[in-house]
């Protein structure tokens, strides 16, 4: 790109320090050419751009970087250095321009930082829910799961490994089956692990013991219902660091952060009020995560609600649904794992499309979709948006809000295309340009 006449913009770069040149042209530099010709960046990323001189022959001819006076047009967005080290600030479009210190010839690149992040929790919402009901009560499938299935909402059952039988006695009241509990897991429901015999796992000292409670139970539960069960409930809240870190190797969470217990003397106002504390919470650590405990329902089982209280409850959440994300408490506890350890990178952008992958380097059991913010530069509003994954032709879930686009991505190597028709304030050019 040849900017002929060009005049010494005003202002110095960073770490630049232009020899301003006596007479034309001191170092023979007739055109400057820099590579990548367009460039993105995710904010705190740092890319290196290459520049190359030529002479009045249009030979290539040697120039020290420190011979160059590099100049970021908005530096909010993008800073350069004096050697071409260009390093996202924040989302926008800028210039990044290098001059010989003539300041007679100019190149300049284009330079976008990427405004694309992980929301908070699906969806982007501010807030979560995880319903967890405890002991694996025959009163829970004859009124619990039926009522969040009414409301389509997903529960985490934590069952005792050595409760449920393989065959049905015809006695609702007093026992459970392990075909029950397929058939709730089938529902979509988590089925949790909530230890072998319900022991104090603080006070067992035999390694063995405390083996077969944690990791025994998981394995049943897992040979009996197909799947491994991926989060603990400690009984009784009796917790030690030993046991946690058993738990811990064979679970990716344990229900560490209850907000309260559901029971026959709480006040509705109170339960729900732990909803509105959670969504008027700006942090993002567990804070904003609801997590509720119930055991009996309806005079059954201990410390029971009543049926019309979790009917309440699941009124007012489902309520606040549009901020809060209601779901099991593997998948928000995965969510939250995911979205700690997640990294992106760009591999391509057009004027119309980016590539990106997002990855982690957690286990094949993180498998929640993390929902990646992407909010295109200058759009003020999108038209429309698609999104696939790029390995597998599927597509992608895409939610429009205004100008921004909400994409369930599963984290992985596969690279993710978002291709958006945007309403622009103005049209800047994006060659289609790989990025690495
Ligand atoms: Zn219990």
Known sequence: ????????????????????????????????SLTPNSLALLPGQIKLLTVTAYNAMDKTIAVP?????????????????????VSGTSPGTTTITATAADGQVRASVAVTVVNLRIGQYEGDRNAALSMTFDDGLPVQLAVTVPILNSYNLKGTFYIIANQPKDSWNGNSVSHTTWTQWQSVQAQGHEIGNHSMTHAYL?????????????????????????????????????????????????????????????????????????????????????????VTIAHGIDGLGSAPCTSQFLQQFCDYARSKSS?????????????????????????????????????????SRYTQPLTVVYTPANATAIA?????????????????????????????????????????????????TTFR
């Open 323 to 363: 901020a809060l994300w209601i779901d099991t408490y593997a998948h928000v506890a995965s969510y939250i794992a995911e979205r700690n350890a997640a990294t992106f990178s760009l591999t391509g952008m057009t004027d119309s499309s980016l590539s990106f992958t997002v990855n982690t380097s957690l286990d």
């Open 65 to 85: 970087k420190t011979q160059l006076y590099w100049q970021s047009a908005d530096w909010r967005v993008a800073a350069v250095d004096a050697t071409g080290r």
């Open 202 to 290: 603080n006070t067992i000292t035999d390694p063995a013991v405390l083996d077969t409670e944690i990791n025994g139970a998981a394995d049943l539960i897992a040979q009996k219902l197909g799947h491994r069960p991926l989060t603990f409930a400690f009984p009784s809240s009796a917790w030690d660091a030993q046991a946690i870190a058993l738990v811990l190797q064979h679970h990716i969470a344990w229900r560490d952060n209850p907000t309260g217990c559901f029971s026959p003397v709480l006040p509705l106002s109170t339960a729900t009020g732990w909803i509105d504390t959670a969504l008027r919470n700006q942090s993002t650590g567990k804070k904003n995560w609801v």
């Open 1 to 32: 790109m040849l900017f002929a006449g060009g005049v010494l913009l005003s202002g110095c770069a960073q770490g630049g320090n232009p020899a301003v040149s006596q007479g034309a042209n001191i170092a023979g530099i007739a055109r400057l």
């Open 384 to 432: 429309s948006a698609s999104a696939m994954d790029n390995t597998t032709g599927a597509p992608l879930p895409v939610t429009i809000k205004g100008s921004t686009i909400y994409i369930d991505v599963a984290p992985g190597p596969d690279t993710v295309t978002v291709t958006t028709q945007t309403k622009k304030c103005f049209t800047r050019r994006f060659p289609a």
